[in-house]
Every structure is written in C-alpha cells, then in structure tokens.
C-alpha cells in the first residue's frame, strides 16, 4: 500500500485519508473513489487528494479484519460485522473471561499494523460486553501478513467466556460472645447478592460456636447437599492451624490454600471435602466491596480450577481499590453525592431526514406541536441540569421551532459529514463540572421525561462512572447517557459512527434500563412517523 499525494488522474480505486468537498458533494474519510467521484472531484478544480493506494496482495481493513476474526477459535463469544477496520467480540455469557497471551502476543508481534486488544485474564464480564477488539491500523494490509496471523490462530482456543453456573451454596457463621446477629443477617444478604449474579442459590445457613469440631460437623452436611461451603469465621485466620482450616482437616478434607496475596482479602482459605469446594471467606467478604474471596469466588463458579499456585500468582494486581466498573453490588455512595452528579442533554437535531424525501422529520407535527419542540421539551422536563441542542440542516427553521425555550444551541456546521460531527459538536458544550452527557435523538417521539430520569437515576447509582443505556425487551436502543470518562473518545469520532459503536469499541460497563417500546421507535420513513401519529410538513 502507498500512502500520501495522489494525482486525481491515478486516484481511482484510491481510498481517501480525509474528508474532501467537491463543490455540493462530500466524500468522507475511508471512501474509495470510482471513476464519477474523479469527474466530480476534477470539475470542483482539485487536482490531488492525500489517499492510500492499495496493492495487488492488499486486503482492505475491514476484510483483513473479518478474516483474523473468523480465524480465531473461542467460547461463548460474538463476533461483531468488521467497521472501520475493526472487528469486536462480546461475551454471548456471563462468566469468567481467559486468554492466551502468548496467542496475543504473537499476533501483535505479526506487524504493527495488525493489532489485537482483549480484557486481562480472568476478568469477569456481563453478557453483551466487549472483551476483545481486532484493528487494522491502516486501511489496508498485506495479504501476507494477515495469512502469518490466521496460521497462529489454527487450532488453538484463543480466548473463551467460562459461563458462570448456577450452583448450590451452603454458608456456616461461627459465633463469639459480642457477635451481632445484625452483622450475620448483612453477610447473608451480601453473599446472596454475590451468588446472584451468576444464577447462584444460597441453600442453608448454619451457625456455629467458634471451634473447630462443630465447624468440621457443619461443612460434612453441607458438602452433603451443595456445591460449595462457605465458612466465615467471626474471628479472622490468625495461624494455618486456626478454627478454619482446622475444620477442614477434621472433616476429611484437604487446605489447598491459607492466605492470599490480595488485599483485601489476605485471610482466604481454599480447601476440598468430598469433592466440594470449600471456602473459608475473609472477613472483607462480609462487604460487598471487591476483594480476593471474589477473585476466587468468579472461577470457581465458572467452573475454573483454583490451585495453591493460582493463588500465589495474584500478587500483581492484588492491591485492590474501589473499581467503579466492576458488575457486583456496592456499598451504595453517600446519597447527596449521587444526587449532585450533574448530567446534560445533548439533543441531536441536524440531520438532512434524507429518508424522507424532502421534508424534514423534525418539523413533523404531533398532536400539532413540532417533533423537535416535543422532544427538547420532555428533555427539559427531566433531570438533567441542561439540554443543548445540535443543528445543521435547515437549522433556521429548526431553531425557530424552539423559539421561547431554555436551550443551548450548538451548531454543526459538518453535518453532512455524518452523525459524528454532531456529537463532537454537542459534547463540546456539555459544561465542565457535568458527570456525564446524554445522547437524545431528536426523532424518538416515545420517549418521555420519566424514561429519561429512569437514565439518569442509574447513572447517578453507578457513581457516574457507567454507561447507561435505553433498552426494550432486552434489545439496545436509544437514548445513551455517557460519563464524562468518554468525552474524549468522541473527538475521534468519524462519519456516521455513533456512541455505539464508541461504547462497544472502549468496552465501557454498560447498564441497560428498560423504557419500553419508545427505546427501538424512531422515525426514519414516512410510514414510521405517520405510523407514530406525526404528520409531515413541506
């Protein structure tokens, strides 16, 4: 491939590195020129264009993609269509992620125009999330070295999804004098909401005196009738011979190992009794805060092995934080600090409603009141602190239309570049001190200032660190609210890519809130809009 000036005389079949106008026509970047685009590109005066002209043994980006991705060997693992040289894969389950490094490292080794990015080793990952994303740097590759890739992806998994399993668990509490019955009802309620993520069932409850022989007694019957004992200790392991892993012994069974290198989470202690795991919890596992017990909780419930060099291998990594995008129950955030995360609207109003005809969708009358009124006044009836509102097309008559309310206006002056255009344009108005920015499509007549606060609401309990999405009957729609942690993402944003496609590309935990049907109504057509109650003005 050659890359740089190209004379409009060699360019066909050339695929643009940038934006280019030919008087009334916009080529967008990535778009290959056909012989009309040069007799276009040649009457507007231009004499060369900066594009990549590809070789006889290139493959474009998106195929180069696909082919890598259609190579590799996984488990429970979508693979998404190629777009703009990239290719994602999701988790078609709820499970532990693993990899092989020495795969990945081989493949990014290949040619630095072929990458492959996936989620660490033994992440836990939600159904629906990206864990692994293939890139062509370039917009086109040597066949070459695309065929060196798939060779080192014959047969051998790369990566899978162990899907959790839905397992039975037993839990004895031993007891000291000055133990609260309060704190042993809240460890229940937290390690059920553990098992909960994972279509886990807690089965029985024993509590003990804190001695070695009724624990013992207690973890036989429950091994009897589970899958798993959980032990936790109302005095924390202070020798390998304390109560806990004494029990264990005296019941039968093997330690495979005492103590961790996570913190929290030091005191865990992993053993087997008739052939059930048994886990003595440290006491960080009375809270729902990330911890090592979770470490080991996730692959054993995903049907991972857990060995005593597992274990000691978790060092790195193990000093663990608050980790606003782990998918498990929180202690839940002050509530003033939640209520202040400020959020705005970015409502996007510039589109040529091409679709159409000629009228433009946004100047549809409902119940005789303009769509984009409508839409910009359920959200101004919502949370959010402000509603900015994109235009480019007709955007005269479309501002007109919101004469007389509070609005940012933000213009677009790219909008036939694409929807991009308007989220860069948008975001770059949200104010400062917002948490986050919500993504509202000025032609969803369905969706109402509760749906929005329904949003907003979720944001806000995330901490503000989530994405937050609309959904209906499980399906993905729209609005979109994004954290303040992905504006700068957007600025990379080109053409019709939308926040979407950023959110699967940077993997983002994605929390999707069920509005009903006015998440997947839009109108793009006529019979849409009319379908919907509007009528279109000229």
Request: charged residues 20%; glycine residues 10%; hydrophobic residues 45%.
């Amino acid at each position: 491939m050659k890359f740089g000036p190209v004379p409009i005389d060699e360019a066909e079949g050339a695929v643009l590195a940038h934006a280019t106008a030919a008087g009334e026509k916009r080529f967008r970047k990535a778009h290959r020129l056909s012989r009309e685009d040069i007799a276009a590109l040649k009457a507007a005066g231009i004499g060369e264009v900066v594009a990549a002209v590809l070789d006889r043994d290139d493959l474009g980006e998106d195929a180069a993609a696909a082919k890598i991705a259609s190579a590799m060997s996984h488990r429970n693992i979508e693979v998404k269509p190629a777009a703009t040289g990239r290719v994602n894969l999701h988790a078609a389950a709820s499970g532990v992620f693993t990899v092989d490094a020495g795969m990945i490292d081989a493949i990014n080794a290949v040619d630095p125009a072929i990458t492959i990015a996936t989620l660490a080793q033994h992440a836990p990952v939600e159904k629906g999330q990206m864990v692994a994303t293939v890139k062509i740097i370039p917009f086109a590759v040597a066949a070459s070295l695309v065929d060196s890739v798939v060779r080192i992806c014959a047969g051998r998994e790369i990566f899978a999804v162990n899907a959790y399993r839905p397992i039975n668990v037993g839990v004895i509490q031993t007891v000291l004098p000055g133990v609260k019955p309060s704190v042993l009802d809240k460890t229940l309620r937290v390690t059920e909401a553990r098992l909960a993520r994972s279509g886990g069932r807690l089965t029985a409850e024993r509590r003990t005196p804190h001695e070695v022989a009724p624990v013992a007694a207690a973890a036989t019957q429950l091994a009897r009738d589970n899958d798993m004992v959980v032990i936790f200790g109302a005095s924390a392991m202070s020798d390998f011979a304390d109560v806990v892993p004494a029990a264990i012994e005296r019941a039968g069974g093997t330690v495979v190992r005492a103590g961790m290198p996570v913190d929290p989470g030091n005191l865990l202690v992993l053993g087997t009794l008739d052939g059930k795991r048994v886990v003595g919890a440290p006491g960080c596992a009375r809270s729902p805060k990330e911890n090592g017990f979770d470490w080991v909780l996730d692959r054993l419930i995903a049907g991972l092995d857990v060995t005593a060099r597992d274990i000691a291998g978790m060092g790195v990594g193990g000093l663990l934080m608050e980790i606003a995008t782990r998918p498990q129950p929180r202690e839940p955030a002050p509530q003033p600090t939640r209520l202040a995360l400020k959020v705005d609207i970015v409502l996007l109003a510039a589109g040529r409603s091409s679709r159409m005809g000629g009228p433009n969708k946004l100047l549809a009358l409902f119940d005789g009141e303009p769509l984009v009124r409508r839409t910009v006044g359920r959200a101004l009836g919502s949370k959010a602190a402000t509603t900015i509102v994109v235009t480019g097309h007709q955007r005269e008559r479309v501002r007109s239309a919101l004469g007389g309310l509070e609005v940012k206006l933000a213009d677009n002056p790219d909008f036939a570049d694409g929807l991009a255009s308007s989220l860069k344009a948008g975001i770059a108005r949200v104010a400062p001190d917002a948490a986050g920015a919500m993504i509202v499509l000025g032609d969803m007549p369905g969706v109402s200032s509760n749906d929005l606060d329904s949003l907003i609401d979720a944001f806000r309990r995330s901490g503000g660190h989530a994405v937050v999405r609309a959904s209906h009957q499980g399906k993905r729609g729209n609005p979109v609210l994004l954290p303040r942690s992905l504006f700068a993402a957007v600025a990379q944003l080109e053409g019709d890519t939308g926040a979407r496609h950023l959110v699967e590309a940077e993997g983002h935990y994605v929390i999707d809130v069920e509005i009903g049907q006015g998440a997947s109504i839009d109108v793009d057509t006529r019979e849409a809009l009319e379908g919907a109650g509007g009528v279109l003005q000229d």
